[in-house]
Structure formats: C-alpha cells, structure tokens
C-alpha cells in the first residue's frame, strides 16, 4: 500500500517552454502533497505544499507564478514549470500522506 | 530557523558490520522522526519513524532510537547487506499542523562486499 506514481519520470524541453508534472496517490485519498527539489548529491528541499480544494502554501524564494501548484482531487497533484529555463533543470519529487510522507519516483527536467 | 544536522556524510562498513547514522534537530516541537533510504535516480523510501512519545523502535535489522532532551535521533542498521548501499535521509516533523519534514543533509552509505 501507499504508492505514489509521477508522471513523466523524465522530461526533455526547450527554455520558454511550459511543463506539466503529475503526482497521483494511487491507493490512498490525500489531503497533503507535497513538491520537492533535489539537485544532484543534495538533500532535499521543499518547494510548496498541496492541499485539495485550496491554494498551496509556497516556501520562502519559490516562485509562485513560475511554480504552479493544482491539487484538484484527493488523489492528484500537478506541478507546472512555466517558461522553463536551463537554471530549472532538477530532479522533481512529490509526496503525500501526513504524517508520513510517501514519495513518488521523481521526475528528471531536463531544459535546453 | 529549523535545522536538522545529519553526520557522517559518507559511511563504509563491511558486509555484515553495523551502521549508524546520527542527526540532531533544532525545534523542541519536532514530534515525528521518520527515515528514508533513497536510491540513485530514485525517490527516497520510507523505512522507518518514531515518534517522540517512544524512545525506541526497531524493525528486523533496522532500529532508531531517540533522545528527547538532547534532541538526538539515530538510525541503526546491523548485518549489513550490499543492497543497503544508498543515501539516508533523516528528517523532523510534526504530527500536526503544517506536517513539513526539515530533512538532513543525507548519509551516503556504501557496504563493502
């Protein structure tokens, strides 16, 4: 029990794009989700939580309208990154469940 | 702010000896410590928590323990195995409220076969 599924795992774009990533709990309902990121060989470091039905709740220096957050049902999440650039190349990772957070698999952005 | 300090940074054993991650928290509020095991190109995997009403859990080989007054959590893994190379992350939480982990800075710990 308790899986969290991502979607794209990976994802290749050109900068000034817009990408859509999608964390669904797959055997659970989910009030909270969670978005993180990680770059490479470091902790990581939370981005902004999801609550269903309202507006997410941003971390100190993320940028909201480039980092949107929808969590529109129990059991799905999207984040999109809006006019991608190089510097926003990462490893994207959600999770959900309170207090214990189950992780999905992450998803690699990589943009060129 | 909050802060998690997570030590060693990197960690070898031999198959078969015993690891110990240790991290110290900062918020005397903290209330819920879980472990998570992350493998490369992965996403961490929850092995296993405590909370702070409980000094000690332990889970087959897997055990943490936890010092409430000196803000000290510890994750103790024995008869190491090759497949418990990865990176360990701690972390601190509440068990309500906001739920946000404040994690450490990652163990990357490597079982020499």
């Known amino acids: 029990g308790a899986v969290v599924s991502q979607h794209p795992s990976w994802v290749i774009c050109k900068s000034g794009t817009s990408v859509k990533i999608e964390c669904r709990s797959l055997d659970f309902q989910a009030t909270t989700m969670f978005w993180y990121r990680q770059f490479p060989k470091q902790s990581l470091m939370l981005m902004a939580t999801s609550n269903e039905g309202s507006k997410a709740t941003y971390e100190q220096g993320v940028e909201k309208d480039k980092f949107l957050i929808n969590h529109a049902s129990l059991t799905l999440s999207t984040l999109t990154v809006t006019s991608a650039h190089p510097e926003d190349s990462s490893f994207y990772i959600c999770?959900?469940?309170?207090?214990?957070?189950?992780f999905g698999p992450g998803t690699r952005l990589t943009v060129t | 702010g909050e802060n998690v300090e997570q030590h060693p940074s990197t960690l070898s054993v031999q198959e078969g000896d015993s690891a110990v991650i240790k991290c110290t928290y900062s918020?005397?509020?903290?209330?819920?410590f879980p472990w998570y095991k992350q493998e490369l190109g992965k996403g961490p995997q929850l092995i296993i928590d405590?909370?702070?009403?409980?000094g000690e859990k332990k889970d087959q080989r897997i055990a943490v323990t936890l010092n409430k007054t000196a803000k000290h959590f510890s994750l103790h893994i024995t008869e190491t195995q090759p497949e418990d190379s990865a990176v360990y992350f701690c972390?601190?939480?509440?068990?309500?409220?906001?739920?946000?982990?404040?994690f450490g800075t990652g163990t990357r710990l490597k079982v020499l076969a």
């Open positions: 999770s959900a469940g309170t207090p214990k957070q189950y």
């Open positions: 918020d005397s509020a903290s209330n819920y």
């Open positions: 972390a601190a939480s509440f068990t309500s409220g906001t739920y946000k982990y404040i």
């Open positions: 405590i909370r702070s009403n409980v």
